[in-house]
């Protein structure tokens, strides 16, 4: 079980996260929905190591506190973010950006089966093994990212805005590999602005305006839900 509370999260005298909790579980897909600038990306960030919180926050995998290992360790303890922008080196072939992912000692003795399992996920990077990313699409480079990111071996994935600036054929693609993740026994906590992809593939999803976590449910729940369809389904 992935377990936060009480994460808060401040830019100067802005509180861009209030008190949030969460959870998540093996093999289960949470979304977080919100508008612009509600605090989503924040909380990724928070969780990645990429932001300090506030004191007062909980952040556990298994009963493990995170917030007590440096950032650089939280890939060995099986936590993976792949970050809005992707961050992947364009510089470096496709095959070297996910070796890249594999150098911890968790992952190192799983490197040829997690590669195997991504380019199952990803055939078209099975093509591309020794093409350099930067001349790629945007698309392919995010399965490159998510790609990356399975090669470390986690238990649970972060995934901030995936589809952001892909085609709409492309973000069906990326969903259902990331649906498939998830049934590989993959927890995975995704921000994600389609929220129509993300509850067709999601088991429980978060709502969050202005930091604060103020709804949750089912996938189904909040599909059906007449305040969640006006503010982001356009019904």
Known sequence: MFEVSELSVRYGKHLALDNAAIQVSSGE????????????????RALGGMLKPLPGATVKLDDQDLLSIPPHHLVEKGLALVPEGRGVFVDLTVREN??????????????????????????RLAERLSQRVGTMSGGEQQMVAVGRAIMSAPRYLLLDE?????????????????????????????????????????????????????GQ???????????????????
């Open 29 to 44: 897909l949470a979304v977080i929905l919100g508008a612009n600038g509600a605090g989503k990306s924040s909380m990724l």
């Open 98 to 123: 996910l070796q890249l992912g594999a150098l911890t000692p968790r992952a190192r003795p799983h490197e040829e089966e997690n590669l195997a399992n991504v380019l199952d996920l990803f055939p």
């Open 162 to 214: 995936p589809s952001l600036g892909l085609s709409p054929l492309m973000s069906q693609e990326l969903f259902r590999a990331i649906k498939r993740v998830k049934e590989m026994g993959v927890g995975v906590l995704m921000v994600e602005q389609n929220v129509n992809l993300s509850l067709d593939i999601a088991d429980r999803g978060y709502l969050i305006e202005t930091g604060r976590i103020v």
């Open 217 to 235: 449910g089912t996938a189904d729940d909040l599909r059906n839900d007449p305040a969640v369809q006006q503010a982001y389904l356009g019904h």
